[in-house]
């Protein structure tokens, strides 16, 4: 038995730390940097001790379980993507001094970030603990109003224009949801995932809802045609927040998907699900990494990077539970999603962080203006390459890990497209990563000369940049790890 | 008035909710400004609400089912955060494309 | 955790392979600490020492499995794959050690040894891995690693070759992944034993075959997948070039004889064939090469070419285990005397004019025994391969002796004119000790290591026959190439890399018209830059940035979910 | 219960209102559209017996929403442009509303016609949740922590509204410089005050027989009041700097979540023992209204500005 306190304080330090920074401005960078301490320790402990005993850790809010009630639950997966969140907002926020830090003077930006990085990771560890679907709505709120007013803060007239685009994407997502998950509770009376799964039956409402959900929630995580939001506010965001809105915001809705039709529904798909959200996922990898290609600046590649990433989650849904009588491993279509998630949003962290680093020394992101970089950055050039490597799928990294799982699925199930298509994925993340990779590894003009950055924002992303390829060195206990509490469905295949 | 007798009403106010979620979701979606598309967000989203809450009348013997209710209370704040924080970018998007705040 | 604990849980069987992939792994990671950065050359000899010795003590009885590394890997070492093992490490090594003296203060010292120690891994992963995860890894890094290698130098020439390098190493990568997971998949199993088993058993595994096969001949130089090897050989550090040509392509080989199963006769005679005309064309296009250390390459494509026709003959012949030893055999050899070739020019680069005799003479000696020269390590090559083939390719095989004597000796002309123009230089105690190892080894090791893979005694290959038969194609390919010295002069050049200029400006003249569609401009690759393009994407993306069309697409999903239940 | 024809008049009005509000040419009288609109909505949350959405709806949705839309109006002028976009996109747009408002009146009359949701089981615990008015019980014990998280999402958003000042303005107080062009906004406010403050009253009176249940829902109620009392220049809003404000906008969740995490010394979070439960309840109520309140006006009020010169 897990002492509450694990499951709690993910959630509640980060919100305390917000608060105080709110009230309190020159004490927020110690607020934050302790408080996202304490729930990288807790997830921590937490992981382990799910990863010890095999069991999730659940929790009913106030004593009153579910219905009447909300609960929260801690199994495998839950864990795993805290421990990301987690570990991906420190390292945001360790660097996140530099531009935001107090300098004697309260400013806008930096008295308005530390309470918005706060609640934003407070809200993803909230989404991912939550059994419960309006508790999902309040925290998709908290994240996306926190995401949106961070991609604002830089104050440009782009990045404004790209918030409000953010907001109405977000919004119209948000609202279909809700309505999904009103038409669920008005079915079957109650809110919480486990309940609903339990009494389930397949039914117009039900599945009207379900596709609400779904639509708003791929809204939310910008797949294919719905990411067009997506490329403008990452890039207009200030660089260390690029990092938690390219690496962590989309996992949250995407977790929520997850849950919706792996444990709430699994019953319900049916091959509209699974094939139009394969699709979709198909055609983002190629159509993002066309425009990857295409890109002359840093943080556009990466964002049309992510765009291309995130499209690797929805092959999760037609390749869920291809062949499970076949070995462990081939019914890891779900895991490597999984897998993919966790490591996508490590590399992804580490290339924003680099790429802000990099603004800063060469003052801007044009692939021109970084040219022979490694010179002067040798250590964010290669946190870069690592992170490069993971997102490409090559082995030992998480990426590979992820791609080997759901490639194992896809072949075993006789899914010949989608592995073409994750195969192609990393033939045209090689291709995209080739030119920023090159760029930053030419040699430079003798006349060039880069400003001086803190040596912590070389070496926090070096250090996500080797979390997400130990990922897949010791890839035993990821998957491990996500296998407790993982639904019957995952294993079993939707439809 | 002419309406069909035997309609419980809390069928009238869902049906009517799910009426002006596609109308506001048409106003949202329709060639037109952001301050419009914002009210039209409110018009989705208290049509959400309404239905929500005309599913919880369905057995008006025990009354209106709080939770819908306390839900919808907890939904109307979040959905004036929502609009505030549009409006305020709307209006910050006004002023910095008018040239007058060229700071950032 | 103590470590016997630790190595209890994650290690079942014995500890020494897989520390014989983990060391130079370790170096290569302690090399990036800029403490060390002044003593970071040392790792390069020290990186292959646990695999030398693990070669050294011979085949391991069963596997090495880590289950909690990589979903579980598995290693062994069989006898043919300790030779393997042991003739690659000890390239390693010389190598390691030539660089020391090649190059005394080079420029990122740090990553070239990183970079060193990661190939290395990679190159004795390839050897090592029972289960084909390991494979794919161990191959994506000797693979991926050496790109560094390659472009080293900095130069134009190098980072144009290493384009092309990369280019074909991440297809092949691609390739291979697919053909693995589908082999594994029907074999339901990760033992490379058993894919192998499966691997051209029906249509999708024939196509998975394909894969597997077209992603090793890249690397080994299977033409026409070849181009890039002569452009990167010459273009790396010459220490470099020894192991790219004398122990990286041996992982093609390495795959091909343990995937190509000994059913699939049609991928044999296929094999056969493409290896021949490789044998052939590699000399053909090597004698028109200007540079020294193109010849070189074209000497591998023309002798992997050999050894890739072995591996298709043994299947077609059904002697697959013969094949088996038998190239285990010629490959070592190579090893040592390419390797052993490609030191000779930094030695002879390093050497006066008053030393380059015994430089040209010495590597003479190596050269002949490459050409299969009788007496020398080479000659048991030759003859440890024949057995394997009938026929024409038997012919085809006894004959191409004459080419290799010709190409080599071409060879040696021009080291003989290659020596340093300072009339003190000296190639220093490191830089020629590592060769004239490399040069003994490649003529001994034969002898010593050959009587499990010899059909025949030792005294058999001193018979008056068998000398006749391996001296005469050498005699052969000498007089002609003197004849040709002596009363043509060479009018043909080849351009390095042959058809990878058409190759390369057919990739681009590709994207170019996907880019441009019509309009004509100079594009470059892979980085496709176009205005047109551009404008669709972005009025594409304009369109989908529309609440209206997000509304559509919504709406889509809704009725899809709900209506295809 | 069967619908009457007034519940059917009401409806129609509120389509015919929300359609008026969305495709009407004009933006400000599509605002006053959508101010009528979310009154009559109230009236129709009265129908079905959800007296607490009632005024919360006509406080918050009307009220405060119009505010704000109408401010908007006012400052934006001929600023609010449309982007140009094709032709064929109002029908696109009638296509997929219909269709998406077509499937959830699908699933609205599929809904089983007796499912009663969890009354029953609210009003089991009612006694134990400490509080008289079962959504309250609902708002602050049951499901507290979705209220939590609420009062979190509200300051959330004002610091977003905060930070997109212009850099000037920062340390300067919120809201439209009064001698700004705010007459013709003014006035209109004017106008519907005298309906908020009925509701209010109406309010006063329904709370004092129903236990000590509103306070919560009050609490909005007064945040209208106090918005246009500043806004028709009576009172001035405090700077954004200062300290006493922005520990009053915290003190209301901050006092919550500390209260919660008491309950992790007895392993639980977020629990109120029996005994203790109505004073803890209460008092949490009054600060977390207070706090709420507080953050609803600065909310409306938007962004500090730049000092007049």
Known sequence: MVHPALLVAPIAAPLLAALLAIAFPRGAVAAALSAVGVALVASLVLVVEVARTGTGAALAIGGWPPPLGIALEADGLSAMFLLAASTIGLGVLVVAQGPFGWTGRETRKGYSFWPLALCLLAALNAIFLSRDFFNFYVGLELLSLSAVALVALDGK???????????????????????????????????????????????????????????????????????????????????????????????????ILVRVWFDALPGQAGPGLTLVLGTMGAVAIVYGSILALLQERLKLIIAYSTVAQLGYLFLVFPLAGGDSTAQPWFAGAWTGGMVHAVSHGLAKAAMFLCAGAMMAAAGGDKLSDVRGIVAKMPLATFAFALAAVTLMGLPPSGGFLAKYLMLTAAFASGAWVWGAVVLAGGLLAALYLYRPLASLFAPADPDRTFTSVPLRTELVPLALALVAVLLGVASQFPYDILQVGRSVAAEAGLE | MGGDPIIASWLVYGCCGAVLVGLGLFGFMRPTTTLRRVLAFNIVGSGIFLLFGATGYRVPSTGADPVPQALIITGIVVALAATALAVALMLALARVSAGRDEDA | MTLPGLTHVLLEGPFLPLAALIWPLVLGLLAALPRLRAHVMMALPLAPIPALILALSGAVSGQTRAPDLLLGVALGLDAEGALLLGAIGALWLLAGIHALGYMKRPDRPAVFVGFWCLTLAGNLGVVLAQDVVTFYVAFAAVSLAAYFLVVHEGTDEALAAGKVYIVLAVIGEALLLAGLMVGASSADSLLIADVRAVLGADGWNGLALTAIVLAMGIKAGLVPLHIWLPLAHPAAPTPASAVLSGAIVKAGIIGLLRFVPGDAEVMGWTLVVLGLFGAYGGVIVGLGQKRIKAVLAYSTVSQMGVVIALCGAGVVTGQTALAYSAAALYCAHHALAKGALFLAVGVAHGSSARLIPFVVIATGVVAASVAGAPLAGGAIAKSVIKPAFEGIPLLLVTLSAIGTTALLARFIVMLGRSHSAMSNAEPGLAMAGAWLAASVGALVLPWLVGGAFMANEASYYLAPGALWSSLWPVGVGLAGFALVLKFVRLRIWFAEGDIAPWVVAGARRGAHVIAHRRRLAPPSLPGVSSAPLRRLVSRIEAGLALPVMAGLAMMAMIAAIVLFR | MIASGFDITVCVLLCLCALAAVTGRDTFRAIVFFIVYGLLISVAWLRIDAIDVALAEAAIGAGLTGVLLLGAFGQMGSADTMAREPRGAVLIALVAGAGIGAAVLFAVQGLPPEGAGLTAEVLAQLEASGVGNPVTAVLLNFRGYDTLLESIVLLVALIGVWSVASETGWGERPGIVHHARAGGTLQSFGRFLPAIGLVIGAYIVWAGSSGPGGAFQGGTVLAAVAILTILAGLVDAPRVTTRWLRWALVMGPGVFLGVALLGLFGGAFLVFPQAVAYPAIVAIEIVLTASIALTLVLLVLGPPREAPQ
Do not use: C
Not at chain 1, 211 to 226: D, E, R, S, V
């Open chain 1, 157 to 255: 007239r782009e990045a404004i224009e790209a918030a409000l685009r953010y907001l109405m994407f977000a919004l119209v997502g948000s609202l279909l949801y809700l309505l999904g998950a009103a038409l669920l509770y008005a079915q079957y009376g109650t809110l919480d995932i486990g309940l609903i799964a339990a009494s389930a039956e397949t039914n117009g409402p039900t599945l009207v809802a379900a596709g609400l959900m779904t639509a708003g929630l791929a809204a939310k995580t910008a797949l294919f045609p719905l990411h067009a939001w997506l490329p403008s506010a990452h890039t207009g965001a200030p660089a260390v927040a690029s990092a938690m809105l390219s690496a962590l915001v989309p996992k949250a809705s995407f977790f």
